[in-house]
């Protein structure tokens, strides 16, 4: 469980550590691999959300994958990617939130994911939230704790009292 006064600092109006679906690059699932490099190129992201036509989230799209149906082709040049489709790449999602005040399960999914997918409950990609947006949450917290809460050392507590 997360401290209760870390948990309300870090907190603090949820929606505003997503970053909304409108800013959110993504791809579909029918778009060419070509064109999904070009995309992951432009916006210099790792890995993207792979959305249908109605904004469903459909899976993730990390480079690393369009790379290895590269390699998959002896001799394969990037021009071989208009072949292939986000399909025949994209991973499942693992990890989602469907609220964003779900801080304990966010920051646990973040140890190990960039980001992680913010959706409502017809599975509609709301927007993600990142580690950046919510590393200046734990910066926010490093530095103002002591304006909100006064933090004594065990130790002290327990010396005072002897
Ligand atoms: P950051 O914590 O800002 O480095 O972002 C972590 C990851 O989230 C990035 O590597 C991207 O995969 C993804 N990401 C962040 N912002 C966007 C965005 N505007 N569009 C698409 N993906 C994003």
Redesign the pocket.
Known sequence: MIDPAVEQMLRKDPKSYV?PAE???NVTATNTLEHALMVLSK?G????PVLDADDHLQGLLPLAAITDQLLKVPGAAVEQLSNYTVADAMRPVEHWVDDPARLETILSYLVDE??IPLIDEQQVFQG?I???EILKRVNYLAHNLDENYEVIPRQVLSDNID
């Open positions: 970053i800013v959110v690059a916006v992201y790792t890995r993207i960039p980001f993600i990142t580690r950046r």
